[in-house]
């Protein structure tokens, strides 16, 4: 994510150091990304390691996103990244407002948005995407279910049914309006 970084590059290394017992000896905050932070972590080994930082009251479950990632890269899905277990066995660490993940390092080249810079690249992903759906029986985390519901359908689906209008002066005209859309 762009921006200013939530906590601060001794924060994150010394995390990273007691929770996965990495020898950190370099980090290095990378403002790139979206919707999470991300720090560049260097071990006295010359390891390198993308950590992240996930907001603790994101749109999301990290952790159960997280852990479907671990389940499916563990299935055999080589292309499948995942983050690392920290020692206690958790994908997530909670630092103050935030859940620190560590991935591997890829070096790599990043495509122009979303086209694929070669039809072999493009016969790639379709090939990753088939064995993902065809090899893999996961269950959903349920974190992770979208129900699409709206909120407050009901309340909704009663005016629409012309209860709780109240008698104000555009009542029939908005009621007809909305009934026409049905």
């Not at 055999?76 to 995942?82: H, M, P, Q, T």
């Not at 072999?120 to 759906?133: E, F, G, P, S």
Request: proline letters at 5%; one cysteine or more.
């Amino acid at each position: 994510m762009f921006g200013d970084a939530p906590l601060d590059d001794d924060a994150v290394g010394s995390v990273v150091a007691d929770w996965w017992r990495f020898d950190v000896a370099a980090v290095e905050y990378k403002p790139i990304g979206y919707g999470s932070y991300h720090w560049l972590v260097t071990t006295a080994d010359r390891a390198r390691w993308f950590v992240t930082a996930d907001a603790a009251n994101g749109p999301f479950d990290v952790t159960a996103a997280y852990g479907v990632a671990r389940l499916l890269a563990g299935s055999g899905l080589e292309f499948v990244r995942a983050p690392i277990p920290s020692r206690t066995g958790s994908v997530v660490v909670p630092v103050e407002l935030w859940l620190l993940s560590v991935w591997p390092w890829l070096d790599g080249r990043v495509s122009s948005g979303s086209v694929h810079e070669s039809s072999a690249d493009l016969a790639a992903t379709l090939q990753c995407v088939r064995r993902l759906h065809e090899s893999v029986e996961v269950t959903p985390a349920a974190a992770l279910v979208e129900t699409w519901e709206l909120d407050g359908r009901a309340e909704l689906t009663r005016l629409l049914d012309g209860e709780g209008w109240g008698t104000g002066p555009y009542v029939a005209e908005a009621g007809a309006l909305l009934d026409g859309g049905r």
